[in-house]
């Protein structure tokens, strides 16, 4: 069975920028639901701003920002929320503070626009994403949005499976999420196409039978959630969910590495694709072990 996860610490990076604090109404409604404390983090690397003077206007902007965004939810939510200014190398500070302080779980926008815009997304994302040993959940900006706390919560979380159990690491994260918003959930597994038609369909319906096993084996026991599965022959692995959970209600999650091989499902480029073609939140767990 898997061990539900317990949300007792979220961090939630923010670059000084209204993009970034869009990530903010999922991370306050987890912490909230989950009555779990939430940290509002910005790092400065001291490497990227040879001049003191400089690094120095930046910090105060920085924890400027900071100490709005906190005061905001504070007098919208019941939330225990605090900040905290890091400095040196981006990802090494979070990944460090992560440890350090028992973080849970990180929520943060795909890219930002702030001061500290040029330290912070695309590349630090990705190598983030390669490090961490907790999930991290992606909420993809919209240019032009004002900063809110209200969240509009997925109604759905899409798990693609490639059947390893690496890849069975990002259920117990995603499906207690899905028990916090009351949001209905789909097991998903894709089959790579065969010339030999009677050899796809035995390959789809072992797929199934893989999916029916996980679920009696990790969910059966969650019937406060609504569960469904689903497995397909596709050529595009990335595509086929995409369409299937591509919406912005949808959240997508997956880990970030599976089996090798032709089946291999959740590796490289997939999840690359995924990531960065979803128009929902993806939550994306490291296969690596802390």
């Given at each position: 069975?898997v061990?539900q996860?317990?949300?007792?610490?979220?961090?939630?990076?923010?670059?000084?920028?209204?993009?970034?604090d869009?990530?903010?109404?999922?991370?306050?409604?987890?912490?909230s639901?989950?009555?779990?404390?939430?940290?509002?983090?910005?790092?400065?690397?001291?490497?990227?701003?040879?001049?003191?003077?400089h690094?120095?206007?930046?910090?105060r902007?920085?924890?400027?920002?900071?100490?709005?965004?906190?005061?905001?939810?504070?007098?919208?939510?019941?939330?225990?929320v605090?900040?905290?200014?890091?400095?040196?190398a981006v990802?090494?500070?979070?990944?460090?503070?992560?440890?350090?302080?028992?973080?849970?779980?990180?929520?943060?926008?795909?890219?930002?626009?702030?001061?500290?815009?040029?330290?912070?997304?695309?590349?630090?994302?990705?190598e983030?994403?390669?490090?961490?040993?907790?999930?991290?959940?992606?909420?993809?900006?919209?240019?032009?949005?004002?900063?809110?706390?209200?969240?509009?919560?997925?109604?759905?979380?899409?798990?693609?499976?490639?059947?390893?159990?690496?890849?069975e690491?990002?259920?117990?994260?995603?499906?207690?999420?899905?028990?916090?918003?009351?949001?209905?959930?789909?097991?998903?597994?894709?089959?790579?196409?065969?010339?030999?038609?009677?050899r796809?369909?035995?390959?789809?319906e072992?797929?199934?039978?893989?999916?029916?096993?996980?679920?009696?084996?990790?969910l059966?026991?969650?019937?406060?959630?609504?569960?469904?599965?689903?497995?397909?022959?596709?050529?595009?692995?990335?595509?086929?969910?995409?369409?299937?959970?591509?919406?912005?209600?949808?959240?997508?999650?997956?880990?970030?590495?599976?089996?090798?091989?032709?089946?291999?499902?959740l590796?490289?480029s997939?999840?690359?694709?995924?990531?960065?073609g979803?128009?929902?939140?993806?939550?994306?767990?490291?296969?690596?072990?802390?």
């Open positions: 069975m061990t996860v317990k949300f007792r610490r979220v961090l939630a990076p923010l670059d000084g920028s209204a993009m970034a869009q990530a903010l109404p999922l991370a306050v409604s987890i912490a639901l989950a009555g779990a404390r939430l940290e509002l983090a910005s790092v400065v690397d001291p490497r990227e701003w040879a001049a003191t003077a690094r120095l206007r930046l910090e902007r920085l924890r400027a920002h900071l100490q709005r965004a906190v005061v905001r939810i504070r007098a919208s939510h019941p939330v225990r605090s900040s905290v200014l890091l400095r040196g990802v090494d500070r979070l990944v460090t503070h992560t440890r350090a302080h028992g973080v849970d779980l990180i929520v943060m926008a795909t890219h930002g626009s702030g001061p500290a815009s040029r330290a912070w997304f695309g590349s630090v994302t990705d983030l994403l390669r490090r961490a040993t907790v999930p991290v959940l992606l909420v993809r900006p919209r240019a032009g949005q004002r900063p809110r706390t209200q969240a509009a919560v997925p109604r759905r979380v899409v798990i693609p499976l490639d059947g390893s159990s690496a890849a690491r990002i259920i117990a994260p995603a499906s207690s999420l899905a028990m916090l918003w009351g949001a209905d959930c789909r097991l998903l597994r894709a089959v790579p196409p065969d010339v030999n038609l009677q796809a369909h035995a390959r789809r072992h797929a199934v039978g893989y999916l029916e096993r996980v679920w009696t084996h990790h059966s026991e969650r019937r406060s959630s609504r569960w469904n599965i689903r497995a397909a022959v596709v050529p595009d692995v990335a595509r086929w969910i995409l369409d299937y959970a591509g919406g912005r209600d949808d959240l997508i999650a997956l880990t970030t590495s599976g089996r090798a091989g032709v089946e291999r499902l590796l490289g997939v999840a690359d694709k995924i990531i960065r979803s128009a929902g939140p993806v939550l994306v767990q490291s296969s690596r072990k802390a």
